[in-house]
């Protein structure tokens, strides 16, 4: 009671005034200038104290911040980086081994750390975990020194910056011999190429070219129908170019010995063997020849034996069976037409498949 009318007393000493420089309010406390004003606490000169005590569960604040934390902050040491994360090399590396590096660092108050990139650049493929402060991922296949710079941040947000550096080196991806059949195995970065004997195709020439058909066969279609042709077909519409797939229910059939079926690969390959099929009794497919072409223009006959143009062998009469007939020298082509020669019934009637390799 003593204080509440002595808190009394002093509103009726300040508020009142004209002036007003000192304002007390009840319950609360505060104490403010005008506007512009200073407002200096002065203790005595006698070596007198000036406390601040906030209440059980007061906080005493500065600006928005509690002070206590203020000091703990101003009072706190930097994150110090540890003897496993020394200033310089982290290790050399050989392209597409796995990196997996752990930076150390501690703060003397023990509050948790966060890291950062700050500078430099990570090897490609690599990436700092910024919670962990671990270097994650995959060394890229170069020779090449990255040196970057990572902070080290707690909590007080004092921070501590090392500089690292990651070598690597590239790895000849043929060291593993991965051409097989022959190939000849040419390093790159982060792989390699094979170049395959002629007989053989793929990424590591395990494929045998005159057994890879390129899927003009009615159960396969990869060849679609657009990029199959024909010239001076016999019939109307029942026989169109793309019914001339090995197995088709149906079949292509040519006039005479100036028709041709031409199929399109699509792009230019490595053309190894071929296969016809006659269509029926009355249509069929004895002998032929096969043309090839890069450009769709320009058709050179391919010849059984090298350098001379060579008949190659259908079915005959057989049309329920395919006739293979392997190329001796391996064609580039995009364009294949097959040209009837000779047939038994009315008219040459056949189906086909092609084999080749990718270039
Ligand atoms: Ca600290
Ligand atoms: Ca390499």
């Known amino acids: 009671m003593a204080s509440k009318i002595f808190l009394m007393t002093l509103c009726s000493l300040f508020l009142k005034s004209d002036a007003s420089f000192f304002e007390v309010r009840y319950p609360s406390v505060v104490v ?9 606490i002065a203790a005595g000169p006698n070596g007198g104290n000036i406390y601040m005590t906030p209440g059980d569960r007061g906080t005493v604040f500065i600006g928005h911040t509690d002070m206590l934390k203020l000091f ?16 310089g090399p982290l290790g050399t590396f050989l392209g597409g081994d796995v990196v ?12 948790h750390l966060r890291y950062e990139k700050v500078s430099g650049a990570l090897p490609p493929g690599v990436y700092l975990d910024k919670a962990t402060g671990k270097l994650n991922g995959t060394a890229p296949d170069v020779d090449a020194t990255y040196e970057f710079g990572i902070r080290v941040v707690d909590e007080q947000g004092k921070y501590a910056d090392q500089t690292f550096t990651i070598d690597t080196r590239e790895r000849d991806q ?18 390699y190429t094979c170049k395959c004997t002629e007989k053989y195709g793929g ?21 679609p129908d657009a990029q199959m042709a024909g010239h001076y077909a016999f019939g109307s519409s029942d026989h169109k170019a793309y019914e001339g797939r090995l197995g088709s ?10 028709s041709w079926l031409q199929v399109d690969l699509g792009n230019v390959r490595n053309v190894q063997a071929v296969a016809t099929q006659g269509y029926s009794a009355t249509y069929t497919l004895s002998t032929y020849h096969l043309d090839c072409s890069v450009d769709g223009n320009r058709f050179t006959h391919v010849s059984q034996v090298n350098g001379t143009a ?46 080749a390799c990718e270039l």
């Open 32 to 40: 403010s200038a005008e506007t512009g004003g200073n407002l200096t």
């Open 72 to 87: 703990e902050i101003v009072n706190s040491q930097p994150p110090v980086w540890g003897q496993k994360a020394p200033y």
């Open 100 to 111: 997996s590096v752990q930076l150390m660092a501690i703060d003397p108050e023990g509050t």
């Open 174 to 191: 043929c060291r593993s011999n991965p051409c097989l059949n022959g190939g000849t195995c040419t390093d790159d970065f982060g792989t």
């Open 203 to 223: 990424k590591v020439c395990n494929i045998v070219c005159a057994s890879q058909a390129v899927g003009v066969a009615n159960s396969v279609k990869k060849i």
């Open 249 to 258: 229910s149906t079949g292509w059939i040519g006039m005479d010995k100036n």
């Open 310 to 355: 060579e008949l190659f062998t259908g079915s005959g009469k057989s049309y329920t069976t395919s006739t293979k007939q392997v190329l001796a020298v391996p064609q580039t082509c995009r364009y294949v037409r097959f040209i009837p020669n000779t047939w038994t019934g009315t008219h040459p009637g056949f189906r086909v498949e092609i084999y």
